[in-house]
């Protein structure tokens, strides 16, 4: 996810390459990160490029997090920098108080939390950011760059595990979804590279559809459903196998 976000910044208006650096523990995924994109500055292990950092990403598994807080908070300055936090389920009261400087107790950080999904791969995630101790203006420019990754939108805190299930859990039930539609396109009569380009480009149209027209989703249903149609019989079969509930239950067991 760190290499998608460094390869997103740099698809943008607000960077250039030679304005990052990525900062890994392992040396292979530095090397892969160099050879494509050879002007972003690599660092392994070594945080002394931090006190010149404006913002500072930390896209690490959230079991790492403390011990990669504790390695570098003295090196930054809390009244300038802005520290934003991908690692899921790692909420502000806990990076504050691993934040927390003792011998600078009147210093206070400016965090942000980013949730994006995999799509920020091509530059389509669907991200969620909340805030604490931020300006209005910080969090328009955090919700600027990664909007320049796909689309971002602020949400509180408590907000997060809900959208997590909708937005990075949810494009793995689409690509199910997707998955389950190649196999009876392959019964029917069709390969499976086949079906899956009718699929997916049928769902980005569907999705194109509801962001222009911002209609309910039933409504463009209702256009398509004609009396004694095919598609109500198809829609009543998903009904009886339990589609609706099986989406909503997986959805509240992902929060």
Known sequence: MGSAIARGLLKGTFFQANDITVIDIQQ???????????????????????????IIILAVKPWMIEDVIVDIKF?????????????AGIDFELMSKAFNKPIDNQSIPVLFRVIPNTAIAVGQS??????????????????????????????????????????????AYLFRYVRAAMEAGV?????????????????KGA???????????????????????????????????????????ALRVSR
């Open 28 to 54: 292979k995924p530095l090397e892969k990160l160099k050879s494509l994109l050879p002007d972003i500055h690599t660092e392994l292990c070594n945080y002394d490029s931090l006190p010149q950092a404006d």
């Open 75 to 87: 090196k930054l300055d809390y009244n300038r920098q802005i520290i934003a936090s991908i690692a």
């Open 126 to 171: 669907m991200t969620l950011i909340a805030s604490k101790n931020a300006t209005k203006a910080q969090s328009d420019l955090i919700l600027g760059i990664f909007n320049e990754m796909g689309k971002a939108v602020m949400i509180e805190e408590n907000q997060i595990a809900a959208g997590t299930a909708l937005t990075s859990c949810g494009i």
């Open 187 to 203: 019964e029917m009569g069709f390969y499976p590279q086949q079906a899956q380009d009718l699929i997916v480009n049928t769902m």
């Open 207 to 249: 999705a194109e559809l509801l962001i222009q027209t911002g209609e309910h989703p039933e409504v463009e249903i209702d256009k398509v459903t004609t009396p004694g149609g095919i598609t109500i019989k198809g829609l009543n079969e998903l009904e009886k196998q339990g589609f609706t509930n099986a989406v909503i239950q």
